[in-house]
T-cell receptor, first 112, second 114 residues
Framework: DVKVTQSSRYLVKRTGEKVFLECVQD?????MFWYRQDPGLGLRLIYF???????EKGDIPEGYSVSREKKERFSLILESASTNQTSMYLC???????????FGPGTRLTVT | AQSVTQLGSHVSVSEGALVLLRCNYS??????LFWYVQYPNQGLQLLLK????ATLVKGINGFEAEFKKSETSFHLTKPSAHMSDAAEYFC????????????WGAGTKLIIKP
């Protein structure tokens, strides 16, 4: 079974802090994704990565950056957290030969 | 651009009744289609998928979905609802137009009445 883990289930940070969300997958998947999920807005893609050291902007990249130094790990960085980044953050991975994505349990981030 | 519409942000059914969650997409070519389920405070779990072949697809937990090209639909059904089915359900589509990224519906929250 594919396993995608995220570093924290719940996180509380202050406005202006730098925040790191980490995601690790154990299936040697090439592709990894970061989404945020907000009530009524569904899932919105922040960034994705096709391979190590490669990244592509999704639909809402503003205020975020990412890092993929190793194939299994994909980090989402909030350079200076703001209250409008309070959300559920979901990481996913996908094999390069398939179309379905596998999700981690999510990190519920609150910025105060 | 590809879009996915899920009819009804909330659907309420009685325990034991038929579950029908609707999904329509806008692609002009047959896409790849998915249903995911999300239980409270959890990530998304793949319920079933259609890529090629048989248009009636069976998934986990007794759910199934049928790809109807003429109706551009991929509705999710379950003959008899169980309390444990209470969750949010997302339909997603992937095709060459989206560079095989997943395009998501807004989700439907399924409520089961005892």
């Amino acid at each position: 079974d594919v396993k995608v883990t995220q570093s924290s289930r719940y996180l509380v940070k202050r406005t202006g802090e730098k925040v790191f969300l980490e995601c690790v997958q154990d299936m040697d998947h090439e592709n990894m994704f970061w989404y945020r999920q907000d009530p009524g807005l569904g899932l919105r893609l922040i960034y994705f990565s096709y391979d190590v050291k490669m990244k592509e902007k999704g639909d809402i990249p503003e205020g975020y950056s990412v890092s993929r130094e190793k194939k299994e790990r994909f980090s989402l960085i909030l350079e200076s957290a703001s209250t409008n980044q309070t959300s559920m953050y979901l990481c996913a991975s996908r094999s390069g030969r398939a179309y379905e994505q596998y999700f981690g349990p999510g990190t519920r981030l609150t910025v105060t | 651009a590809q879009s996915v519409t899920q009819l009804g942000s909330h659907v309420s059914v009685s325990e034991g009744a038929l579950v029908l969650l609707r999904c329509n997409y806008s692609s002009s070519v047959p896409p790849y289609l998915f249903w995911y389920v999300q239980y409270p405070n959890q990530g998304l779990q793949l319920l079933l998928k259609y890529t090629t072949g048989a248009t009636l697809v069976k998934g986990i937990n007794g759910f199934e979905a049928e790809f109807k090209k003429s109706e551009t639909s991929f509705h999710l059904t379950k003959p008899s609802a169980h309390m444990s089915d209470a969750a949010e359900y997302f339909c997603a589509v992937s095709d060459w137009d989206s560079n095989y990224q997943l395009i998501w519906g807004a989700g439907t929250k399924l409520i089961i009445k005892p």
